[in-house]
């Protein structure tokens, strides 16, 4: 069973532009989670979402960041426009049924704001 | 204000010895406990856990204590092997419906042969 998969591995962009991340859950999870990871600190909880719908996104930074996932399969975070403290690995889990199942992590994307 | 503490930043222990990972946390609503290992450029692996009515969890080498009165956590591998350095993650989950994982910032696990 293929794992949490997540699209581009890396970002390098400018302060200003634009960045889509892409998470595409383990099939048939329902509760899909975006995390941070700003270096030398902790991995911190963005949003939540089960199925389509935004369960908690109280830990999204700022109206910078769009997270949608239209259908309830996979997921985007628009970053928009980037700044230098976006900077981090972005991290998507999902867990199956019930939010209190274990989380499953994917490889994480890398984003560099210059 | 940090809820979930991980101390020590790294740990060298020598093959075939225990390695004790500990973590504290302040939220005495956390219901349930997660360890995660991680190696470079990988997403966190999900390891070990433990329930907060339970006060230990084995599974093979990797043993979780739990003391509620203390608020810590502790991970003991026996015996360590050089596979096991990675950084390890203790995560914390809220009471309640939402389920978002609360991390330490993690303790780098060395071990030598």
């Known amino acids: 069973e293929a794992g949490v998969t997540q699209f581009p591995s890396h970002s390098v962009i400018e302060k200003g532009q634009t960045v889509t991340l892409r998470c595409d859950p383990i099939?048939?999870?329902?509760?899909l989670y975006w995390y941070r990871r700003v270096m030398g600190k902790e991995i911190k909880f963005l949003l939540h979402?089960?199925?389509?719908?935004?369960?908690?996104e109280s830990g999204m930074p700022n109206n910078r960041f769009l997270a949608e996932r239209t259908g309830g399969t996979y997921s985007t975070l628009k970053v928009q426009p980037a700044e230098l403290e976006d900077s981090g690995v972005y991290f998507c889990?999902?867990?199956?049924?019930?939010?209190?199942?274990?989380?499953?992590f994917g490889p994480g994307t890398r984003l560099l704001v210059l | 204000d940090q809820q979930v503490k991980q101390n020590s930043p790294s740990l060298s222990v020598q093959e075939g010895r225990i390695s004790i990972l500990n973590c504290d946390y302040t939220?005495?609503?956390?219901?349930?406990f997660l360890w995660y290992k991680k190696y470079p450029a990988e997403g966190p692996t999900f390891l070990i856990s433990?329930?907060?009515?339970?006060d230990k969890n084995e599974d093979g080498r990797f043993t979780v204590f739990l003391n509620k009165s203390a608020k810590h956590l502790s991970l003991h591998i026996v015996p360590s092997q050089p596979g096991d350095s990675a950084v390890y993650f203790c995560?914390?989950?809220?009471?309640?419906?939402?389920?978002?994982?609360?991390f330490g910032k993690g303790t780098k696990l060395s071990v030598k042969p």
């Open positions: 995560a914390a989950r809220s009471g309640g419906s939402q389920g978002n994982l609360i």
């Open positions: 433990i329930s907060s009515i339970k």
């Open positions: 939220n005495s609503m956390f219901d349930y």
């Open positions: 889990a999902s867990s199956q049924g019930l939010a209190r199942e274990t989380q499953y």
């Open positions: 979402f089960v199925k389509e719908s935004k369960q908690d």
């Open positions: 099939s048939g999870h329902d509760n």
